[in-house]
C-alpha cells in the first residue's frame, strides 16, 4: 500500500491526526474552558447578590412605611379622646348653655390635645417677652419698644409655633419691639 490518507468512513474525508498533548492552541483553549467556570460562578454569586439587595431594600421601604403608618395611628388614638370633646361641645344646645362654660370646656379640650402632642414629643414655642431668633420665630410686623432693654423682643404673639424632636414644624409668628 502507498502512502495514502485514512477516509472517513461516513463523510469520505481524510482522517486528521490528533493533535499533540501540550500544544500552545490547546492549552490556551482548555485555560479559556476553565475560566468559564469560576467566570460563571462569580456571575451568579453577583446575580443572587443583586437579586438579596433588591430584596432588602423592598423589606425596608415596606417596614419604615408600616412604622410611620403605625407611629401616625398611636398620635390619632391620642387625639381622639379631644376630638370626642369637641364633638360633644359643637352640639350642645345653646339655649340651655352659657358662654362660660363653653370656654372652660374649650380650654379642657385645648389642654388635652396639647397634652397628646407633648407625649408625642412635639414642643410648643410661645416666645412671649423673649428675645428674637429667626431659627425659631417668624417676625409679621413691629411695635415700639420703651426701652432699649426691650429691642429686638418678642412683643405679641399671633400665632404659636411648634418643634417635634429639636426640629421646627412651624416658626413661631410674632410682633417684634424696636428701640427708636
Known amino acids: 500500500m502507498q502512502n495514502e490518507t485514512p477516509l472517513?468512513?461516513?463523510?469520505?474525508?481524510?482522517?486528521?491526526?490528533?493533535?499533540?498533548?501540550?500544544?500552545?492552541?490547546?492549552?490556551?483553549?482548555?485555560?479559556d474552558v476553565g475560566e468559564l467556570g469560576p467566570l460563571e460562578a462569580?456571575?451568579?454569586?453577583?446575580?443572587?447578590?443583586?437579586?438579596?439587595?433588591d430584596n432588602y431594600r423592598k423589606r425596608t421601604a415596606k417596614e419604615a412605611q408600616q412604622a410611620r403608618a403605625r407611629g401616625q395611628g398611636d398620635l390619632i388614638k391620642t387625639l381622639l379622646d379631644s376630638v370626642d370633646d369637641l364633638t360633644r361641645f359643637a352640639h350642645v344646645d345653646p339655649a340651655t348653655t352659657d358662654c362660660a362654660t363653653l370656654v372652660t370646656g374649650v380650654e379642657m379640650v385645648e389642654r388635652n390635645v396639647l397634652k397628646a402632642l407633648t407625649a408625642a414629643g412635639v414642643e410648643v414655642i410661645d416666645p412671649i417677652e423673649l428675645p428674637f431668633d429667626p431659627n425659631l420665630h417668624e417676625a409679621v410686623s413691629t411695635q415700639a419698644a420703651e426701652t432699649p432693654d426691650?429691642?429686638?423682643?418678642?412683643?405679641q404673639v399671633y400665632q404659636r409655633?411648634?418643634?417635634?424632636?429639636?426640629?421646627?414644624?412651624?416658626?413661631?409668628?410674632?410682633?417684634?419691639?424696636?428701640?427708636q
Do not use: I, W
Request: net charge negative.
Open 8 to 31: 472517513d468512513n461516513d463523510t469520505d474525508r481524510p482522517v486528521q491526526a490528533p493533535a499533540e498533548q501540550g500544544s500552545a492552541d490547546d492549552t490556551a483553549a482548555a485555560a
Open 161 to 179: 409655633g411648634y418643634m417635634l424632636n429639636g426640629q421646627l414644624l412651624r416658626p413661631a409668628r410674632v410682633v417684634v419691639k424696636q428701640y
Open 150 to 155: 426691650e429691642d429686638h423682643m418678642v412683643g
Open 42 to 53: 462569580q456571575r451568579e454569586r453577583y446575580m443572587r447578590l443583586a437579586a438579596e439587595f
